[in-house]
């Protein structure tokens, strides 16, 4: 492979604890190593202790007849109701379920699609809680991820003023469809296609949110593009009269005011056979099990459409040669090919095979960057201008390595090379990343990020939401019974049977000012620290 395969393993790896890239970085002779010129990472991520098992002591016949006794008394707690026990070995009263995101084995009702015949119209089911049977006011104990605190970031340009019509209305001019949800109901008015069934998708998330927490939002009216760059930018309404209208999006930036919600590939991505969120982390999983990190190729590894922007053209030109080693794998996604071959070679849990991913974005945001980071191999993440709506929770050095946009090549062949040197380190940074994903992206927050986001911005609505006259009512049945294929499959998959047993998680606290300038003073510092040892490297080579 481009002279290439015989060189996998020729670097040697070398112990974290050993200081230099094969003698080429030099250190002070003294042993400090606070002042060693070369490159180190102190250890972030504690190794998580073994489990000590406790022994086992024999029972003494005395007490023999009392833990019958128990026994007996449980098993009968059991069979009347008293006590709910699950095969995990969990036990929980039954009530014990609110405010907790802990399951139990108890029996739920369950609502499937109820499709009418072909000679009937499509009508949406009555039959489906209009509640949870959780009180209103009931808290959860379970704090939400922290990056759910920007959220409020995302609103506080609405905090003094409050959202008017005339906002709303504003934003109608390259939105694709307005939502209104008035008493847990759905109302779309459509204006324009999006791209593919971007649309589609992005409304049957909404609609398996109102099914997963029926009765619990509140009336609200939104405006949603699903573009891919933001368009409300924050030079056009300064001042204390601005009065921006509030869009909904996928990805926004520094220099825009647009209110970044899921994508819509987390219920999943018909046009390119990816399935809903929900089951892809665990083929992920499964994924990462498969292939220990230390057995996993030592290359850098990245797929994709490099056509849709030249960030990706450019990324194309470090691919490795026989000429200039790179330390990267870089292969071209060609999706009508890949359609017309049923999609054989794209498996996302086959695709975790290599120690390090690219990820860089497209025309803007990139949907592949959760599948990248969910793979357990440390992420090489190059300087991005999008963001979405979790990757701000996430620090460089802890959860991924930056990469400079500008000089990707050298950028990338160093980060191979610390990671080589340094296994234990670059193994804990993508397994950092790995649960991120896994715990703090799993899908019940998915839909309690949602959640909490349109409460908190229903919130702020001057006026009461009404139906608009030329809007349809949507419901899971309307959307998917008449649906064939790919598009009615993963929407089965992803929809939700039944309302939660559980309040969603409880959303953190604004950032204090001060709070928020320490958090990003600390993100750009690692960054910082980066690129200060890869100019020390580079240096080392001439």
């Known amino acids: 492979m481009l002279g290439i395969k015989k060189k996998y393993y020729v670097k040697q790896e070398l112990d974290d604890d050993k200081p230099s890239i094969h003698g080429r970085i030099k250190r002070n002779n003294n042993n400090d190593q606070n002042h060693q010129t070369g490159f180190c990472l102190m250890s972030m991520l504690e190794l998580q202790k073994p489990i000590i098992d406790t022994p086992c002591w024999p029972v003494k016949k005395a007490a023999a007849s009392t833990i019958i006794a128990v026994f007996l008394i449980t098993v009968l707690m059991v069979s009347v109701g008293w006590l709910d026990i699950s095969f995990s070995g969990v036990s929980s009263y039954q009530n014990m379920g609110v405010g907790s995101k802990s399951t139990t084995a108890r029996h739920k009702p369950e609502f499937p699609l109820e499709c009418s015949t072909e000679n009937q119209t499509q009508t949406c089911r009555r039959d489906y809680p209009t509640t949870t049977g959780i009180p209103p006011m009931n808290t959860s104990k379970v704090e939400c991820p922290s990056f759910f605190r920007w959220i409020h970031e995302d609103l506080r340009h609405w905090k003094q003023t409050g959202i008017s019509r005339d906002m709303i209305e504003g934003a109608r001019k390259t939105a694709h469809f307005r939502l209104v949800i008035v008493k847990g109901k759905a109302y779309v008015e459509k204006y324009r296609n999006s791209i593919q069934t971007r649309d589609k998708f992005t409304l049957w998330g909404i609609l398996q949110l109102l099914r997963m927490y029926p009765g619990r939002l509140p009336d609200l009216e939104l405006m949603f593009d699903c573009d891919d760059r933001p368009v409300v930018r924050s030079r056009d309404f300064q001042g ?303």
């Open 240 to 542: 204390p009269n601005a009065r921006p209208p509030p869009l909904f999006r996928y990805c926004a930036d520094e220099w825009s005011l647009d209110i970044v919600f899921p994508d819509w590939s987390f219920w999943g991505w018909a046009e390119t056979n990816i399935r809903p969120w929900r089951n892809v982390l665990k083929e992920i999983k499964k994924g990462n099990e498969r292939r220990k990190w230390k057995e996993r190729v030592p290359y850098a590894y990245w797929r994709g459409n490099p056509s849709v922007a030249p960030t990706r053209k450019d990324l194309m030109k470090c691919n490795a040669t026989d000429k200039n080693n790179w330390n990267t794998l870089l292969y071209v996604q060609d999706w009508d090919r890949e359609s017309k071959q049923g999609f054989k070679q794209s498996n996302l849990e086959d695709q975790c095979t290599h120690r390090y991913k690219i990820y860089t974005e497209g025309w803007a945001w990139s949907v592949s960057e959760k599948y990248i980071l969910a793979c357990d191999s440390m992420t090489l993440y190059v300087r991005s201008r999008f963001y979405d709506f979790f990757i701000r929770g996430m620090q460089p050095l802890q959860h991924y390595w930056p990469i400079s946009e500008n000089t990707k090549c050298k950028s990338l062949k160093f980060a191979v090379e610390w990671g080589n040197i340094h296994p234990k380190k670059a193994q804990a940074i993508g397994e950092a990343a790995g649960k991120f994903l896994h715990e703090d992206l799993k899908m019940d927050n998915v839909y309690d990020y949602m959640f909490h986001l349109l409460n908190e911005y229903a919130q702020l609505l001057k006026f009461e939401p009404t139906v608009p006259p030329g809007s349809v009512e949507l419901c899971s049945e309307t959307m998917a019974c008449p649906r064939t294929g790919t598009w009615k499959k993963l929407m089965v998959e992803s929809l939700v049977m039944s309302p939660s047993d559980v309040t969603p998680c409880g959303m953190p606290p604004p950032y204090e000012p001060q709070e928020l300038r320490d958090f990003l003073e600390t993100k750009a510092n690692s960054t910082r620290q980066v690129e200060m040892w890869e100019s020390q490297y580079w240096l080392s080579q001439y």
